[in-house]
């Protein structure tokens, strides 16, 4: 019979003095987890105690409360919308363990309280690479909303934009006029890459904008050996407009002449000229026949009483002729009269201690001198 009593009908059958039935009472007669509280810790009222469970749930004078329950059994739902709640252990006294799981992305969870099923697509890298990518809202009810945008301005919406145009096909064309324009990347995502090239000169490019075509035409030495070029214009508009410049000795003129040709163009032979130092001027004539006898001139180049001789009168060659004086050979100059005065003292004519003068020094008044 004994088996059937409570520890409180022991108590009161055993005769257990008062003063020992607090300390009988220290044992714990609620389950594990379970916290025990004995609000009158008197014999008159035993049985009194409560269990109470984590999850707030109390037993009155009970061995062990069945406390735990199914936090997911809640209502309203301890999970969010859109997502699954699961409690794994709902058979023993654990509470806030109960897991929410996005629905749309099993990956994303949470313990003890909602998940957040928020999304950054970008996160993941979808774009192409040099292009932009936005995820304006950042929720799985709201997936491939993401945008794509490429650096010209083309933007797909939950995808990889094909970006990349034929930059050439603009209108108006990116290259200036009487320019050809290539893009060699219109299949890849690739701007800024397209070439102009010059039409009057292929060397002449610039890459992702005109290409400067205005262009010394004496680069490329279109005149002859030893000819001076010279390109008033630089530019495309104005090919042809170069002159070719002889220098002396390589050139269709005579020695001396300087040549220039104003127009080089097949269209235009045999209009250079030939200028001859002292001016003269032939057009298309091999050599320019502009020297002439200097001596010729009136008056004469040479002073009164002297002789004039131009020894190249036959060649391109100026300021060459000389002048003698009549009276004496050995006085001469070139390119102007010469100094026939002449200091009959200079030879020494006296004897030793004489004083030599000579009172007229000019070749009309020789012997004259004293001593």
Same mark, same amino acid.
């Given at each position: 019979?004994?088996?059937?009593?409570?520890?409180?009908?022991?108590?009161?059958?055993?005769?257990?003095?008062?003063?020992?039935?607090?300390?009988?009472?220290?044992?714990?007669?609620?389950?594990?987890?379970?916290?025990?509280?004995?609000?009158?810790?008197?014999?008159?009222?035993?049985?009194?105690?409560?269990?109470?469970?984590?999850?707030?749930?109390?037993?009155?004078?009970?061995?062990?409360?069945?406390?735990?329950?199914?936090?997911?059994?809640?209502?309203?739902?301890?999970?969010?919308?859109?997502?699954?709640?699961?409690?794994?252990?709902?058979?023993?006294?654990?509470?806030?363990?109960?897991?929410?799981?996005?629905?749309?992305?099993?990956?994303?969870?949470?313990?003890?309280?909602?998940?957040?099923?928020?999304?950054?697509?970008?996160?993941?890298?979808?774009?192409?690479?040099?292009?932009?990518?936005?995820?304006?809202?950042?929720?799985?009810?709201?997936?491939?909303?993401?945008?794509?945008?490429?650096?010209?301005?083309?933007?797909?919406?939950?995808?990889?934009?094909?970006?990349?145009?034929?930059?050439?096909?603009?209108?108006?064309?990116?290259?200036?006029?009487?320019?050809?324009?290539?893009?060699?990347?219109?299949?890849?995502?690739?701007?800024?890459?397209?070439?102009?090239?010059?039409?009057?000169?292929?060397?002449?490019?610039?890459? @992702?904008? +005109? /290409? =400067?075509? !205005?262009?010394? &035409?004496?680069?490329?030495? $279109?005149?002859?050996? *030893? %000819?001076? #070029?010279?390109?008033?214009?630089?530019?495309?508009?104005?090919?042809?407009?170069?002159?070719?410049?002889?220098?002396?000795?390589?050139?269709?003129?005579?020695?001396?002449?300087?040549?220039?040709?104003?127009?080089?163009?097949?269209?235009?032979?045999?209009?250079?000229?030939?200028?001859?130092?002292?001016?003269?001027?032939?057009?298309?004539?091999?050599?320019?026949?502009?020297?002439?006898?200097?001596?010729?001139?009136?008056?004469?180049?040479?002073?009164?009483?002297?002789?004039?001789?131009?020894?190249?009168?036959?060649?391109?060659?100026?300021?060459?002729?000389?002048?003698?004086?009549?009276?004496?050979?050995?006085?001469?100059?070139? @390119?102007? +009269? /010469? =100094?026939? !005065?002449?200091? &009959?003292?200079?030879?020494? $004519?006296?004897?030793? *201690? %004489?004083? #030599?003068?000579?009172?007229?020094?000019?070749?009309?008044?020789?012997?004259?001198?004293?001593?």
């Amino acid at each position: 019979m004994s088996a059937s009593l409570t520890p409180v009908e022991l108590v009161r059958l055993a005769k257990i003095p008062c003063s020992l039935l607090l300390l009988f009472m220290t044992f714990n007669p609620c389950g594990a987890g379970q916290t025990c509280d004995d609000p009158v810790q008197s014999v008159a009222s035993i049985g009194d105690y409560t269990c109470t469970c984590a999850n707030g749930v109390v037993a009155t004078g009970a061995a062990v409360v069945a406390c735990e329950t199914d936090e997911c059994a809640a209502t309203p739902s301890p999970c969010g919308m859109g997502q699954t709640c699961t409690d794994p252990n709902t058979a023993s006294n654990m509470l806030h363990d109960f897991v929410c799981t996005c629905d749309k992305d099993p990956s994303l969870t949470a313990t003890d309280g909602p998940a957040t099923c928020d999304k950054d697509e970008c996160l993941s890298s979808p774009c192409d690479a040099g292009q932009t990518c936005n995820d304006p809202v950042k929720d799985l009810t709201s997936l491939k909303d993401f945008t794509c945008t490429c650096a010209n301005g083309v933007v797909a919406i939950g995808a990889t934009a094909t970006c990349e145009v034929d930059e050439c096909a603009a209108v108006p064309p990116p290259c200036g006029p009487d320019q050809t324009c290539a893009d060699p990347d219109t299949a890849s995502n690739k701007l800024h890459d397209f070439e102009c090239t010059c039409n009057s000169d292929p060397n002449l490019k610039a890459t @992702d904008g +005109p /290409a =400067t075509c !205005d262009k010394d &035409e004496c680069k490329f030495n $279109p005149c002859g050996a *030893g %000819q001076t #070029c010279d390109d008033p214009v630089q530019s495309v508009a104005s090919i042809g407009d170069y002159t070719c410049t002889c220098a002396n000795g390589a050139n269709p003129c005579g020695a001396g002449q300087t040549c220039k040709d104003p127009v080089q163009s097949v269209a235009s032979i045999h209009d250079f000229t030939c200028t001859c130092a002292n001016g003269v001027v032939a057009t298309g004539a091999a050599v320019v026949a502009c020297e002439t006898d200097e001596c010729a001139a009136t008056p004469s180049p040479c002073g009164m009483g002297q002789t004039c001789t131009d020894p190249n009168t036959a060649s391109n060659m100026l300021h060459d002729f000389v002048c003698t004086c009549d009276k004496d050979p050995s006085l001469t100059a070139t @390119d102007g +009269p /010469a =100094t026939c !005065d002449k200091d &009959e003292c200079l030879s020494s $004519p006296c004897d030793a *201690g %004489q004083t #030599c003068n000579d009172p007229v020094k000019d070749l009309t008044s020789l012997k004259d001198f004293t001593c």
